[in-house]
């Protein structure tokens, strides 16, 4: 994105099918930029993602540092937002 080329690094909010699909979409750069995703769902915080060489932690949305990209589907939840 635009944005994510002024800034040094960023997390990004969502580690589900969207959010794999944002960091695939990014530059190699901008990849490299990723510190984290962070999530709610208690069966990915603490692991990680894996894309080629790079991995990036899965963290608990609280341990999550600006900035943030949201990558959340609410289509499948009724526009809410998974618990």
């Known amino acids: 994105t635009k944005k994510s080329a002024r800034w040094s690094s960023f ?3 969502g580690c ?3 959010g794999r699909a944002f960091f695939k979409a990014l530059t190699p750069r901008s990849r490299a930029k990723v510190t984290a995703f962070c999530d709610v769902d208690a069966n ?3 692991g ?3 894309f080629f ?3 990036v932690p899965v963290i608990h949305f609280s ?3 600006p900035p943030l ?3 959340v589907a609410l289509d499948r939840t009724n526009g809410a937002f998974e618990a």
């Open 16 to 18: 589900g099918r969207d």
């Open 48 to 50: 990680q993602y894996q």
């Open 53 to 55: 060489d790079y991995r």
């Open 44 to 46: 990915k915080i603490g």
């Open 63 to 65: 341990d999550a540092h």
């Open 69 to 71: 990209i949201t990558c």
């Open 11 to 13: 997390t990004i909010w």
